[in-house]
C-alpha cells in the first residue's frame, strides 16, 4: 500500500515536497516512482528511483526536481523547486518490487500505485 502526501497550492518559483510512505513489503527491495497526470494529458514519468538508488529524471524537470529515499521510514521523496504553472498535476507514487540490476522509468513498469495528490502552481 502507498499513500502520496505533500501536495498543494505554490506560486510559480515555489517548492513543494511530496512524500510517498509504502507499507508492507521490503520496502529496500523495491523500485519507486513519482508519476504525474495532467487534465487532457497521459500519465507521465517525474522521477524514479530505483534499488540500486539510481535515478531518471523527465528532461522538464532535471535540475529542478530532486528524488530520495529513507528505507528505515519506508519513504521516498520529490523535492520540487523553482515550481512552474506546468508543473500543474495530480502526482502519483508507484512501487514495485524489482531485482538490484533492474532501473525502471515509465510508468508501465510499475505494479503498485497510491492515491494522487494535487499540486497547483499558480502564475
Known amino acids: 500500500q502507498l499513500q502520496a502526501f505533500g501536495g498543494g497550492l505554490v506560486q510559480a518559483g515555489g517548492s513543494l515536497r511530496l512524500s510517498c510512505v509504502v507499507s508492507?513489503?521490503?520496502?529496500?527491495?523495491?523500485?519507486v516512482g513519482w508519476f504525474r497526470q495532467a487534465p487532457g494529458k497521459d500519465r507521465e514519468t517525474v522521477a524514479v528511483i530505483n534499488r540500486s538508488g539510481s535515478t531518471t529524471f523527465a528532461d522538464s524537470v532535471k535540475g529542478r526536481f530532486a528524488i530520495s529515499r529513507d528505507n528505515s521510514k519506508k519513504t521516498v521523496y520529490l523535492q520540487m523547486n523553482s515550481l512552474k504553472p506546468e508543473d500543474t498535476a495530480v502526482y502519483y507514487c508507484?512501487?514495485?518490487?524489482?531485482?538490484?540490476?533492474?532501473?525502471?522509468?515509465?510508468?508501465?513498469?510499475?505494479?503498485?500505485w497510491g492515491q494522487g495528490t494535487q499540486v497547483t502552481v499558480s502564475s
Open positions: 508492507g513489503g521490503t520496502f529496500s527491495r523495491y523500485a
Open positions: 508507484a512501487a514495485r518490487r524489482t531485482i538490484l540490476t533492474h532501473t525502471l522509468s515509465t510508468p508501465e513498469d510499475f505494479t503498485s
